[in-house]
Nanobody
């Protein structure tokens, strides 16, 4: 079992920055692929970013490339999402996800464990 707790959301003006954190329980955090997803009101959940286990490779959805950075600290059992140059379209509830059997990192259905979400609101 893995429990995930997100933090760091809030209200920010367009062009600003936020850093989301996701703290994970469990002793084998380093074996888990970690992902960030988001869901805006009235929209489906969408993939944002993910970081793999073996080489720490990262992937991003096109709309956040160059603005968001995902990273992990396996000592602190924490994954981060640094969000810069935020836009109103980034407004959503952001969820952290984890699994140790993920092959398609962008698919939410491949992640077994999810946090409760943290709200990010970007004002124009």
């Amino acid at each position: 079992q893995v429990q995930l707790v997100e933090s760091g959301g809030g209200l920010v003006q367009a062009g600003g920055s936020l850093r989301l954190s996701c703290a994970a329980s469990g002793r084998t955090f380093e074996n888990y692929v970690m992902g960030w997803f988001r869901q805006a009101p009235g929209k489906e959940r969408e993939f944002v970013a993910a970081i793999s286990v073996i080489d720490g490779g990262t992937i991003y959805t096109d709309s956040v490339k160059g603005r968001f950075t995902i990273s992990r600290d396996d000592v602190k059992n924490t994954v981060y999402l640094q969000m810069n140059s935020l836009k109103p379209d980034d407004t959503a509830v952001y969820y952290c996800a984890a699994d140790n059997q993920v092959r398609r990192l962008w698919l939410g259905s491949e992640y077994a464990y999810w946090g409760q979400g943290t709200q990010v609101t970007v004002s124009a």
